[in-house]
Every structure is written in C-alpha cells, then in structure tokens.
C-alpha cells in the first residue's frame, strides 16, 4: 500500500506557542487529506478534510482559526495548531486518498501519528 | 454516514479463529465496508474492504450479507500481535467523503 509520514513523530511545547505538523504522501499523488485528533483511549475524531489547492473543510465544534489546515500540493499537508493549550494534547493523525495506485477502492492511508503535549 | 456498532472488546487464545461483527442498518447503496486496525500510538492500517458478499485477502476475511446491514471481520487463527483495536467503517471514502470511525472492538489475544 501507499505510505503517508508524519513529521514529528512526538512534540513537547509551551503553552501559548504554535506546532506545526506535517502530512506526506510519499509514492502517490494526495487529492484529499484528513486530519484526526485521538484521545487516549479513544476513537480517532475528524477534524477537517482537505482537498489539494481549496480551503479545508472543518467539522462541528473543530475551530478553524485554531487548526490551521494547508494543502499547497498532491504531497503534502500541514496542521498548525495555534496558541496551543494543555487540552490541545493529544495524538494527531493524518491520512491520505488519491484516485490512481490504491488497493481498494478509495482507501484512505494513514500516517503513524504526531503526540503533541502542551505543557 | 451509516453509523456502526462492535462489540467494545472481545478476548480469544492464540491460534483461535476470531470473528468481529458490525451492524450498520444504515447503510447506503453505494458505501464500502472498510475494516482498519490499530495498535497503540499508531495510525490506522487498512486490513480489507468489501461491498458485499464474501472478500478474502492474505489476513483476513469479510463476510458481508446479502442485506449488507452488518459484516463479519474473521481472522483465522490470530497470534498475540493481532492484539489491538479494530474499526468497521461504512461510507463512500476516499476524496468523496470522509470515514467516521467508531469506537471499535478492543481484540485482547492471550497466549
């Protein structure tokens, strides 16, 4: 299957500052990428949907001006998560679609996650 | 988007054959059944997908009723490393739509 990386793996900040987190799509050209939040021992939440070169669209109750979501190319994806605060922790995931090179049809490809901890 | 129901956890031995159902009542025409699996601090990993009937892959199983309002994941004889949470996702995917997950089965293997 196609891979999605994540970068990074693991981030520590300071309450207040912003963390950006990037979305690849390595060996397939992205037309959509997801972005989704997990507690522990949680399900995985959606937050937003992209699509390659239009403004991402946000599920209820996720603020947009908060989650920055930009998808300047078919590769690649980035979530800013601004001002962040401690209950902002938690795992971010993203995954990854495109129309050519998937095992089944429409599959989404997830990447191994970003654990973001606010302190 | 059709919602789905699992069990929230189940236990087994290793070596059994495990079997995971989903109920999802509302599922429309044209929606896939899609089944990932995760372990913890991962991502998600496809494990196979079906629309109906019976789909088979080198891991794993799907059966899928002719009223496709529910499915059953079968793994055949699963190893302490199947240990790990398992979603049954119901929609149209992809750039088309997006994938709710639910709360998925917790799939607890004992040696």
């Known amino acids: 299957g196609a891979v999605v990386s994540q970068h990074p793996s693991r981030v520590i900040c300071k309450s207040g500052t912003s963390v950006k987190i990037e979305c690849r799509s390595l060996d397939f050209q992205a037309t959509t990428m997801f972005w989704y939040r997990q507690f522990p021992k949680q399900s995985l939440m959606l937050m937003a949907t992209?699509?390659?070169?239009?403004?991402?669209?946000?599920e209820q109750g996720v603020e947009k001006d908060k989650f920055l979501i930009n998808h300047a190319s078919l590769t690649l994806s980035t979530l800013t998560v601004t001002s962040a605060h401690p209950e902002d922790s938690s795992f971010y995931i993203c995954s990854a679609s495109g129309q050519s090179g998937t095992s089944a049809y429409n599959e989404q490809f997830f990447g191994p996650g970003t654990r973001l901890t606010v302190l | 988007l059709a919602k789905t129901t699992q069990p929230i956890s189940m236990d087994s031995y290793e070596g059994q054959e495990v079997n995971i159902t989903c109920s999802h009542n509302?599922?429309?025409?044209?929606?896939?059944i899609t089944w990932y699996q995760q372990f913890p601090s991962q991502g998600p990993r496809f494990i196979i997908q079906g629309y109906k009937t019976k789909v088979t892959n080198e891991v794993a199983s799907l059966f899928i009723p002719a009223d496709r309002k529910s499915s059953t994941l079968s793994l055949p004889r699963v190893s302490l490393s199947d240990t790990a949470v398992y979603y049954c996702l119901v929609g149209y995917g992809g750039s088309q739509g997006n994938l709710i997950f639910g709360k998925g089965t917790k799939l607890s293997v004992k040696p």
């Open positions: 992209s699509n390659e070169g239009s403004k991402a669209t946000y």
């Open positions: 509302n599922i429309a025409t044209n929606d896939y």
